[in-house]
Structure formats: C-alpha cells, structure tokens
C-alpha cells in the first residue's frame, strides 16, 4: 500500500518511536495548557485524552484565553475491578487533581475529567503506587478487557475474568515509553527496536479494538457490540467447557454515511478452554494486517468481515492460531441489565449492585454518592476480595461483603440514594458523556437523559408500565459510547436539543434497533413514544419486551446484523393508529 | 496676599530700568499671573538649573546650600522636593536635591539646612528605594548632626492607622542625633496640595538669608496648573478618556475579576513611557452614598447626594473623622471611645458607615463634608505602549471586594470601574510618571516579576521591545490562582512569545496543586539561569502586591545568589542591595 494512502494517524504512529512523539516535552511547556497535534493522538494510547471545557468556549478568546483545556484519563481495568485502596486512590486524585468527580464507563473503566496538563504526571503517579494505569484504555489496541463483574456467583465467572485478565495482559503494548514520560522511568536504549511490540509493531492496529468475555444467562457486557467475544459454554456443574467466539461488533457511524454502521458481531465458532489466548492474538494479528489503515471510518474489524468475509476471517485465524473451530453451542442470554441490591455468592458473602445513574460519581446536593462510596471503601479495604467492580452498565457492585457489614454499608448506600427504588426505564438507562468534555459531541446525554426519563416515566405511570424493564440509552452523537443502536429505545444526538429515536432492539441485546424518527426534541420523543407505551400496555403478548413489540405490531422494520441498518427506516405506520 | 510681596526689590541682579519696568508689570499682576510667571521662570530654570550647574537664578552674591531629601515611591514627594527647590533656589538658597534612595547619611554631616520629605507606605514603612537609607539613619552608628538646621514634610494617608510614620520617625530622629528643628512637621494626607505648598512657603521663609524681602516671597503651587510645568515634561493634567474596551479577564469560573480597561484619548493622549501610572478619579457607589445619606438623615439632600458621590471620601473612616464625629455630633459612646483610646482599634476593617450607623444620630450636611476628605484618585500601572496603542492607555484592574464586621465591602475605583462604568462612556485620568520603573538599553536583558496586576506595566514593556525590535532578552514571571481561569493575557503571551518579543516565560498558579506555588517559587526553581541573566546585566522589575509578593521575590532572589555562587547569608543581601544601588532591582509595588 503507497505510504500516502495511509491515513494520518498512520504516519503518526509511524514516526512516534513507540508512542513517544514530543509527549515529554510538550508537558514541559507551562504556557499552553495543550499539547502538540500529532501527540494528542499518540496521548490516547496512554489512556488519555486532551479536551476542552464547551461550556466556557464561547468566552474564552474574548477574554484573551486559549480554549480550557484539560485531560480525561481512562484508567485500565479488566473486568472493572479495583480494590478497595484503589478506588481511594481514584477518589483522591479526582478531588485533588481532577474536576471532583469519577466516572463509570460503559466498558468498565473509571474516567477522571478535567485535569490540567501541570498535574498530569502528579496524577499519574499517585495511581501508578496503587498499582493502576491507563496505558492502552484507548488508542488504536486491544482496550479494557471487559467481563461479567460478579465472578464470585460461580466459578464459571472466576475463570471468565481470569481470562480478561490473561488477554489483557498478553495484548498490552509493551513500549517503555509510558513509564519514561509519565513515570520517569529510565530511557530504555534501542527503543526504535521492532521487538518492544512483538504483536502490534510500531504502527499498532488500524483502529482500536475491543474485547469482551460474557458468561450467560447474562449478557451485561453487550457480547454483540464487540471485535472479540468469548461466551463461557458451561457444563452440567457450572465449569466452563469452552467458549464461542463472536467477532465484528461495534456500534460506530457517522450521520449520512450508509457506509458506516453498527453491527452486531458474528458467531466464528467454538474453542476449548486452552486456546482462548491463541485464538484472541490470530484475531487481533489477523485484524492487524488486513484491516484498513487508508480509511478510519472503515477500519475497524466489523468492516474487514464485511469486505472479506466471514470464512475467510475464520480460517485466517485457524491457520494462524494452528487450531480448528467446532460449530458454536448453543447458549441463552435474557438480558443485558445489571441485578441491583445484594446477591449471595457462594462463599457466603453479599455482593450489592448500586445503580450510579450514567455512571456519575459526584456528591450532589441531597446524594453525596462520592463520599458514600469513599466511606463504604474504607469499610471494604481489609475485607480480602471486598472489591469494587464497576459494570458495564455503568454502575458498581460492592463484592464479598461480610454479613457483619452489610447492614451498615446497605445504611450508607441507601442515605446517599445509591439503592433507591428507581423505575424500570431508569434503571435500565445508560447515557454517554458527551457535553461538556466530549469533543465529538453534537448534543447533551449524560446531562440530559436524567430529565426526559422523568417526563417518561410519567407516561409510562400514565399506562402502568413503571415497574416494567425497558432499555434507554442515549449518546450525544453517532459513536455510540452507551449501545444505543442495542437499546429498545435509543436516542442518538443530531445537533443542539435534536436526536434521532431509534427503535425495536432485542431485550437480551442480539438484534439492532432501526431509525425511527430523525430531529426529534425533548416534547417531540415524549410525544412519539406516549402512543407506543400505550399500545404496548394494552396489546403486547405475555412477557413480551417492548423492543420486539414494536417491530411486531408493525411500528417499526426489523434489523439483521448491521448492513441492513439503514434500510427501511422511519416509522411504518401513523403513531396515532395505535 | 498684598501686592508688595510681589515688587522686586533694588537688590535684585538687574538693572535699575529692569527692576522699574518688572515692577510695572509684576506689581498690579493677579496673584494668578504671578504664580504663573514664578511657576514659568521655575521651569525654565530648572531645565537650565542643570545645565548652568552651581550657578544660582537669582541672587549675585553666593548662595546658602541647602540639602532637600525625598523620599518617595509613587512621586508625590519627589515632585515637592522639587518645588522646594524651585523656591529655594529663588530665594537665594542654593539647593542641592537627592533621593534618599541614594543619601549617605554619613554626608549629612556637612550639610547646614537640612529638608526631609517622606512618605509613608506599606504599613508604616519607608517607600522601597528608601529603605536602606533609613535603616542606617535610624542606626545606633548614625552620624551626629549637631548644629545643622531641619525641617520634615510628612506625607500620607489617614487612612492608614501608621499615619506619616516615616516622616514622624525621621522629625524625632534628626533632632535625637543634634540637628535644629526651624520648621515644624506637618503631617499630610492624601490631599496635600495645599497644605504642602503652605508648608514649603513657610520653609523658604525661615532659611532664606534674612536680608530684603527674598525670604516672603510666598512659595508656588507648581502643581499640575496650565505651564507650569518644566518644558517638555509630559502632560499631567485631569483629561478625559473614552472607555473603549472594558473585559473581565478571568474566566466565568473564577473567583476573581480583573478588568483590561481600554481608553482612548482622540488625540491628546498622555505622554506616557513604559512604567507610568494613571491616576484615576473615580465616583463613589451610588448605593452606598444613598446608604450613607438614609443613616444619616439627609436623604432628601440631592445637591449633597451628587457632592458625595462624585467629590468626597466617604468610605475612608480614620481616628480623625471619629474625633469630629465625637465633636460635632456630642456623641457620648463615640467620646468615649476616643477617651478609652479603643477608637484605634475600632476603626480597623470599619468605614465611616460603620461609625454612623453603630452610633446613629442625627448628623448635618456640615458634619457629613467634615467626616470625608476629597476623593483621591486611584493610581493604575499603564498596561500598555503608545508605540503599539498610539492614542489609547489600557490598565489591568482587579475587583478589591472582601467582606469585614458584616458588610460587604467593595474598593471604590476598582468597583467603579468593574460595575459602573461602560463602554463608551467618559472617565478622568491624569498622568502619574515614574522615572524610577522604566526600561532600561534596548540591548540590556530584563526580569520581570508581576504576579496578578502587577503584570501590567510588563505587558508595555513587552509591546515596547517589540515595537522598537529591543535587541535585549526578556523574561517574565506570572502568577496567579488557577492556570484555566486566571492566566491575563494569556493569549498575548503567547504571541510574544512567537515573535520574540518575550524571551521566557514561567507561571505558578498556587491553587492548581495541593500545596501552593508562587512566582518567588519559580525563581528559586531557575536559580542558575536567573544569575547568569543577572551577571550579564539584566534588570530585574518587580511590580504588584507590596504586603508579601515583593518581599519574598527579594528573599527568594537573596537565596538564589547564596546558593548559586554560595555566598554567606550577608554577601548574598549585599549582592542584592549592590543591584538596588546600581538601580536595577526596580520596584512598583502596592
Ligand atoms: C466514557 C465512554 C462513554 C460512557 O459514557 O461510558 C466513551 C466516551 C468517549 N468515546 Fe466512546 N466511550 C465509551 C465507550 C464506547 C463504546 C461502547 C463499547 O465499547 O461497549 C463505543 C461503541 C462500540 C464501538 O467501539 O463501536 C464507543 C465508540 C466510540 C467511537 C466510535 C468508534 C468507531 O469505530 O465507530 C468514538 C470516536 C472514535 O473512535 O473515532 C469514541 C470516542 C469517545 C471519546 C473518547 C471522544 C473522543 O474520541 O474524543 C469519548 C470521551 C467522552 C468524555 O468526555 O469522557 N467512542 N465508545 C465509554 C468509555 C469506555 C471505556 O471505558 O473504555
Ligand atoms: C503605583 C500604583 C500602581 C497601581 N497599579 C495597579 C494596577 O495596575 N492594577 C490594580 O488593580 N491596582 C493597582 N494599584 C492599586 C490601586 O491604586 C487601588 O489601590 C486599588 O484598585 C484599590 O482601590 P479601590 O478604590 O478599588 O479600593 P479602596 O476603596 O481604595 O479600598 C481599598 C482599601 O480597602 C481595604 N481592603 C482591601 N481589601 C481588604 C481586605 N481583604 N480586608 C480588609 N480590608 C481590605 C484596604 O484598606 C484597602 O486600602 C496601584 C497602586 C499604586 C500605588
Ligand atoms: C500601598 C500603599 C500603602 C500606604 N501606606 C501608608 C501608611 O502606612 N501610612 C501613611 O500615612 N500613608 C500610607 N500611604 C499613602 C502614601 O504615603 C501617600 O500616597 C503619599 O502621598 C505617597 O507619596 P509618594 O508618592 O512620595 O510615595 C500608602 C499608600 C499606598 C499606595
Ligand atoms: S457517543 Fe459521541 S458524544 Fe457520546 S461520548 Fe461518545 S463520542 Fe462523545
């Protein structure tokens, strides 16, 4: 392929000898709070990324000031699970560095906003002595690792976030520059050496990458929605036999491009325990290789199985991973939701999920969640496995709490409005973060979803439908970030105050939704789904789900895996025939 | 005053047709026209004075030295000096004018008529130049001054609890060291215009020579009246100026505000140089003068109202306000107050407000002008050069607001500016030279160190070395609250620094990190450079805040030398007192 076909971030990583680019010198300069160009893409790979305060921009250059510029990092953690101690330290330097708050993510990351480039490597230091980093939670390489949360209900679960464990580990990149430029670590000679990225190179994947291990009936962490999957196949006794591979996930588009989609992932087959490791290096080598690196908006995995297909992938990976596939087993997903209050594991401890409502951890007037959640820490840090592990729902469970403690830390949880009975919409709502930090956004989410769920619910009051679980998610953009092509409602932002309302995605997450109506305001999405509630209430089958209700009454066109997704779209029939 | 102060006397050095035909026209003169013509003949002479060196205007026969100190920070007491002098020199007195900044109290001795004119600063200290000067006269190892005539000028502000300190302290110290009290202090508040010039006629009175008339002849306000000024000095008088830009620089999240005032002259604007301050004559808060009025009972009074507002001091609540208070009102508590001698206290964080409305009753108009003195202007470092502005000044203005004895309390310019003022409208300002903060040789290095405000005259420098393509490396050093909200100028920053007119530029912002950083921080950070910069001839300017900034930038630049050429603690000050001397530490603080 002639260089100059390659996009970009092709060259950029090309001449970066590692990811180091002018990183070390570009923090040196106190007179912007901003890096150079070209490094604020290599900055991704070490978790991070430079935004700016929206909300402040319309006044900044008036007043004679760069735009406010700060950094998100992204911390790394497979399976989302940090200690007790950890998360202290998470709340620490959010207070002390970042903009006083944390935030869970939809692949079980913490986000801290808003940290001045001056007090970068301060932060990153202080999480580096707790053992945490955010080396590769973005960028183009295999992201956080993510798993069903709770290993302790079984020990199908254990070996699941093993694995997590293990792949993340083994497709870390190995470059020493993270320690060099934010640890001070030594200057490692001969950086410019091919074997510091034995499976990645010195341009690394065409795209980033992302993995993820369920364990059914629960498919929390959306398996569908990414490169690489693994379903735990269990036998008789719980013990995981092997697993399913699934591939060509992701959600990603741009408005008005038919050629960018999301896409549910494909079932490439089933491996034995052993393999697994083997088969997610083929994958990301195999991607590595043929995935395009001219064109970023088509160069994630789901577009190679697109344009090579399936059976070539698969054998690809066979050859390379020396290994066949067997048909995939059979298995059951029922939803993607996250179970909140305590569940017992097996080893007699309590595990409470906390619904953290889009992911955001602050003290509020009236729910001081952060400091909640900071005094149930200190409680949990000498309970061994008493961690924290953050869902891919964007919310926490508190695991392997002693009987002993679990009336006071359920007291604190509750106080700060971490239990409260919420209704079915919201509980199952995730948000992206869009506005003010997210550079790509087009409208608010995380700041807006809280209030038109309220207008929602009461028309879901209006038909009885409270207590029923409906999945909402909403982005300020196309992207993606909170799965809302996987919601049985999604609202995608379009510009300020407009979204596109997507429709009729399966409960248990394994079919996509389809366009419903485009520009729609807040009175606008309120007044196209009242009729649907109401025809739902009154003429679903029994168990029905609304997502699958709406495509049968006729509201709105089916979606196979993501090709057909801008097919026959907007609403079949006149809402008001309801 | 009669005319006959005014005839010349026969023995004048001229002729006799001269003294007929000066007379003719001197004797029925105004008293208008005579200050002007003494005012015009002053400046004349003192542009040549220089020149012709020893050589003094008027009388033939040699003149009586006398020796006139000032010493002054913000000029007022510099340019009195030089008033003095004027009339000494016409009186037949052959003055000798010197900054005490560069006195050496040892040559005192020598002198036979000694003036002292001081102002006080900080909180009752010596202005900055002065205060190696002072500390050696106030020295057990001062020299004797037996035999030697004085007499003190005081300057300061009542507003102040060390009222004239420094020229009190020095009044009672030249007389313990011998010298001869002929003229007796006066102490002066912020408007001293009048009594000074009093005081000055009072002065020449008593040591001119005794023969003729000379000695009555009545000192001149060489104040800022129309030619009398020296020719060629820059236009000090009140003009007028458009706001044209008025823009809080910190960012909506900040917790300060401070306002880049643009002004526009169309046409006559000030002559000022890089390191010149405006002064600017405010209005008072309507509301607080409406407050003030309800307390009082005069609310109905309009004419006194617009008076107050526009005219009069009516926040400043010193002892001497209190004591009228306690007369003219026979206000029991008030007396008593003053008898307990609490009144000192009391008056501390207090405004005049305070005192009426803790101690109501009904006051007259009459006691309420009593209560204040005249509203004296603000001074504001000049934020920008001519040579890049042409016809406009901008200043850099920062919201003084802080709550004390449960009152909000806001600085009446900086609010006047920050709140009541728009653009486009008209505000009054005057010229406020500083000969002692300018640049230095476009080829010479410059340090400048101006954390918040005192930044402003550095952003002139800057626009000046870049106009004039200074060959000479600049470096600045900035500070404030947060790197994202309160960075002034930061854009401009970093054009200057694009296009070489700044060379460097180190920031601290002290609540970005959990511990504090400030700009005497950074230097001790750069030590090494710091010194090379300095041994190679660099100036170093520090200009803002004088309560602790300034003093510990001279600190942290005393350890830098100590550590980077490891000097004693001694050697290291004396280094630093070396550069002071030479003149290139200066200083513009408040
Ligand atoms: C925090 C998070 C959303 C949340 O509310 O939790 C998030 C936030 C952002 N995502 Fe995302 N993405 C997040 C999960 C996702 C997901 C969901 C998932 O992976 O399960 C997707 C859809 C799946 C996929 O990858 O297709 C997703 C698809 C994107 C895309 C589109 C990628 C594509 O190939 O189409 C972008 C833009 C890009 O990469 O060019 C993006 C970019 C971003 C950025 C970094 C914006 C940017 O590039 O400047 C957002 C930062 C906003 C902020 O201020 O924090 N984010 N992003 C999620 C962090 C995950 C993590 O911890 O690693
Ligand atoms: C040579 C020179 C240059 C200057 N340059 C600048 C400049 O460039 N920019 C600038 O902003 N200022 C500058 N100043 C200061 C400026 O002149 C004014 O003093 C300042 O703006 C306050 O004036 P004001 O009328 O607003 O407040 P005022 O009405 O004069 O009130 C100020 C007084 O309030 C009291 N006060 C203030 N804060 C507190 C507190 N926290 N607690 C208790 N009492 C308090 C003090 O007594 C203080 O003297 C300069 C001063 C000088 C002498
Ligand atoms: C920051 C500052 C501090 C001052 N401190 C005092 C003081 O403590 N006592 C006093 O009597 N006058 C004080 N003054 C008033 C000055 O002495 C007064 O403005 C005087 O006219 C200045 O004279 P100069 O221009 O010769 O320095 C202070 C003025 C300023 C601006
Ligand atoms: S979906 Fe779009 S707006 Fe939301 S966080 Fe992702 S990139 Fe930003």
């Known amino acids: ?578 | 005053m009669s005319s006959i102060y005014a005839t010349i006397p026969k023995t004048a050095p001229f002729s006799e047709e001269d003294v007929a035909l000066l007379n003719r026209v001197v004797g029925p003169a105004s008293p208008v026209q005579r200050a002007w013509l003494a005012g015009f003949l002053a400046g004349v002479e003192s542009v040549q004075g220089a020149a012709l060196g020893a050589q003094p205007a008027a009388p033939a026969r040699p003149a009586e030295p006398i020796t006139i100190v000032y010493a002054s920070e913000s000029g007022n007491s510099e340019k009195l000096a030089s008033d003095f002098a004027k009339s000494a020199r016409k009186n037949g007195l052959k003055p000798t004018l010197i900054d005490m900044a560069d006195l050496e109290p040892s040559n005192l001795t020598a002198a036979k008529k000694l003036i002292f004119i001081a102002a006080t600063w900080g909180e009752g200290e010596p202005p900055a130049r002065a205060v190696r000067t002072y500390g050696e006269l106030m020295a057990d190892n001062a020299p004797r001054l037996d035999g030697v005539e004085f007499g003190v000028l005081a300057l300061g502000d009542t507003a102040y609890a060390e009222f004239c300190a420094i020229g009190k302290a020095i009044d009672a110290r030249l007389e313990s060291l011998g010298a001869k009290r002929v003229v007796d202090r006066v102490d002066c508040d912020l408007d001293f215009a009048v009594p000074a010039e009093t005081w000055i006629g009072n002065a020449v009175k008593k040591l001119a020579p005794e023969d003729a008339d000379r000695g009555r002849v009545i000192a001149v306000d060489f104040g800022a009246k129309e030619g009398a000024k020296p020719a060629g000095s820059p236009n000090t008088d009140i003009v007028e100026a458009e706001v044209t830009e008025l823009i809080n620089l910190n960012s909506s999240r900040s917790d300060k505000e401070t306002y880049h005032l643009a002004l526009s002259f169309d046409g006559h604007a000030p002559e000022y140089k890089p390191g010149d301050s405006l002064d600017l004559y405010a209005e008072n808060d309507p509301a607080y003068v409406d407050e003030l009025l309800k307390l009082a009972g005069l609310s109905s009074d309009a004419k006194l109202r617009d008076e107050l507002i526009r005219t009069r001091d009516v926040t400043t609540l010193s002892l001497k306000s209190v004591e009228t208070y306690a007369t003219q009102t026979g206000h029991t508590y008030v007396r008593r107050l003053l008898d307990d001698g609490e009144a000192k206290a009391w008056i501390v964080d207090r405004q005049l407000i305070d005192l009426i409305a803790e101690f109501p009753t009904a006051v007259t108009a009459e006691t309420l002008r009593a209560l204040t003195r005249p509203l004296a202007p603000r001074a504001y470092s000049i934020a920008s050069s001519r040579s890049e502005v042409a016809d406009e000044a901008h200043l850099l203005i920062s919201a003084v607001r802080y709550r004390s004895n449960g009152r909000n309390r806001q600085g009446v310019a900086s609010n006047y500016v920050a709140g009541r003022v728009k653009r486009g409208a008209k505000v009054r300002v005057k010229l406020k030279p500083n000969k002692h903060f300018g640049l230095p040789a476009a080829d010479k290095d410059i340090i400048m160190v101006g954390p918040g405000t005192g930044v402003a005259p550095f952003r002139a420098f800057v626009q000046e070395r870049r106009a004039t393509q200074a060959a000479g490396k600049s470096w600045l050093f900035f500070g404030d609250r947060q790197f994202t909200h309160d960075f002034l100028y930061q854009l401009e920053w970093q054009d200057a620094l694009n296009d070489g007119s700044l060379t460097r530029l180190d920031v601290a912002f002290s609540r970005d990190t959990p511990e504090k950083v400030y700009v005497q921080n950074r230097l001790l950070e750069r030590r090494k450079e710091l010194v090379e910069w300095l041994d190679n001839g660099a100036y170093f300017y520090v200009c803002g805040d004088a309560k602790n900034m300034a003093k510990d930038v001279r600190a942290a630049l005393v350890s830098a030398y100590a550590d980077v050429k490891s000097l004693s603690p001694e050697d290291a000050e004396r280094a630093v007192a070396a550069l002071e001397r030479d003149k290139r530490y200066l200083t513009d603080t408040y």
């Open chain 1, 1 to 578: 392929m002639a260089d100059d076909d390659l996009s970009r971030n092709e060259h950029i990583k090309q001449a970066s000898a590692y990811l180091r680019g002018t990183l070390a010198e570009g923090l040196k300069d106190g007179v912007t709070g901003a890096i150079a160009e070209d490094d604020q893409q290599l900055v991704k790979f070490h978790g991070m990324y430079m935004q700016d305060d929206r909300d402040l921009r319309p006044e900044r250059s008036r007043k004679k000031m760069e735009k406010a510029f700060s950094f998100m990092i992204r911390v790394r953690m497979p399976g989302g699970v940090v200690t007790p101690q950890q998360w202290l330290a998470l709340d620490h330097v959010a207070r002390t560095y970042g903009n006083g708050t944390m935030r869970l993510t939809t692949r079980q990351t913490v986000q801290l906003h808003g940290i001045i480039k001056s007090n970068l490597k301060a932060m990153m230091r202080e999480i580096d002595k707790v053992l945490l980093d955010s080396i590769a939670a973005c960028g183009d390489v295999n992201r956080n690792v993510m798993s069903n949360p709770n290993p302790y209900q079984s020990r199908a679960h254990a070996e699941a976030i093993e694995l997590a464990r293990t792949i993340s580990a083994h497709l870390t990149p190995k470059t020493p520059a993270y320690r060099e430029i934010w640890l001070d670590g030594e200057k490692i000679a001969g950086g410019e050496d091919n074997v510091v990225e034995p499976i990645y190179g010195k341009t690394y994947l065409p795209r980033k990458f992302k993995t993820v291990i369920a364990v059914p009936p629960s498919n929390d962490v959306d398996i569908f929605a990414h490169d690489l999957g693994y379903i735990a196949i269990l036998d008789g006794a719980g013990d995981v036999t092997g697993w399913n591979i699934t591939i060509g996930g992701g959600m990603g588009m741009t408005h008005g491009e038919t050629d960018t989609y999301p896409r549910t992932a494909d079932l490439l087959g089933f491996i034995g325990t052993g393999d697994a490791l083997k088969v997610a290096e083929a994958v990301v080598t195999t991607q590595r290789d043929w995935g395009d690196r001219k064109n970023r908006k088509h160069a994630r995995l789901k577009y190679t199985i697109e344009d090579r297909g399936l059976d070539a992938f698969r054998a690809e990976v066979e050859k390379r991973a020396g290994l066949k596939f067997e048909a995939p087993k059979p298995f059951k997903f029922t939803s993607t939701g996250d179970r909140y209050g305590w569940t017992q594991g097996d080893n007699g401890n309590g595990h409470l999920t906390l619904f953290v409502q889009n992911g955001r951890v602050a003290d509020l007037a009236g729910a001081a969640q952060m400091s909640a959640l900071r005094r149930i820490a200190e409680i949990q840090d000498d309970v061994p496995g008493g961690d924290f592990r953050v869902t891919a729902n964007q919310n926490i469970i508190i695991a392997n709490v002693p009987t002993a403690q679990q009336a006071a830390i359920e007291a604190i949880a509750r106080e700060a409005g971490l239990l409260a009975p919420w209704s079915g919409l919201r509980r199952n709502s995730m948000a992206c973060v869009a506005l003010p930090t997210c550079g790509l956004a087009l409208a608010e989410s995380e700041r807006y979803l809280p209030s038109l769920i309220d207008a929602l619910d009461v028309s879901l009051g209006k038909h009885g439908l409270s207590a029923d679980d409906i999945v909402i998610r909403m982005t300020g953009c196309p992207n993606g970030c909170a799965r809302p092509y996987l919601a049985e409602i999604g609202l995608v932002g379009k510009g300020p105050e407009r979204y596109n309302l997507y429709l009729g995605a399966a409960f248990d997450g394994s079919r996509l939704s389809k366009l419903y109506m485009s520009d729609v305001n807040h009175d606008g999405i309120v007044a196209a789904l009242d009729p649907l509630f109401s025809a739902y209430a009154s003429q679903r089958d029994k168990g029905e789900r609304f997502g699958d209700f709406v495509i049968r009454a006729g509201f709105v066109a089916k979606t196979g895996n993501g090709a057909d997704f801008h097919a026959n779209t907007g609403a079949l029939k006149d809402k008001t025939a309801a």
